[in-house]
């Protein structure tokens, strides 16, 4: 079983940087890809980056590519996400979230999720 909390969203604007982190419990952390999904107001939830076993291998939607970079430290237990140069657009509810699938898009292979974190960016 992983446990994941979600923190560092809040209200920014557009153009400035941003970085969330993912903590998670248990001793199996490195067992399990990581992945964030973003959910807007109205809106259906949706794939954003997801990071492999060892953090090698990384994966973006294309609306993040060149912007987002996901990692995750295993000896700390965290995921992160940096976002650079954010958008209105990018105002959404991001969600941490554990699969056993690494480079995933797809919600139904993630096991374990996060209750979330409010990222705001503001013209």
């Known amino acids: 079983q ?3 909390v979600e923190s560092g969203g809040g209200l920014v604007q557009a153009g400035d940087s941003l970085r969330l982190s993912c903590a998670a419990s248990g001793r199996s952390f490195s067992m399990y890809a990581m992945g964030w999904f973003r959910q807007a107001p109205g809106k259906e939830r949706e794939f954003v980056a997801a990071v492999s076993w060892g953090g090698v291998r990384t994966y973006y939607a294309d609306s993040v590519k060149g912007r987002f970079t996901i ?3 295993n000896a700390e237990n965290t995921a992160y996400l940096q976002m650079n140069s954010l ?3 990018d105002t959404a509810v991001y969600y941490c979230a554990a699969s056993r699938v690494p480079g995933s898009p797809r919600e139904y292979e993630y096991d ?3 209750p979330g974190t409010q990222v705001t960016v503001q013209v």
Request: charged share 35%; glycine share 8%.
């Open 112 to 114: 374990y999720w996060g």
């Open 87 to 89: 958008e209105p657009e």
């Open 2 to 4: 992983v446990q994941l």
């Open 71 to 73: 990692s995750r430290d």
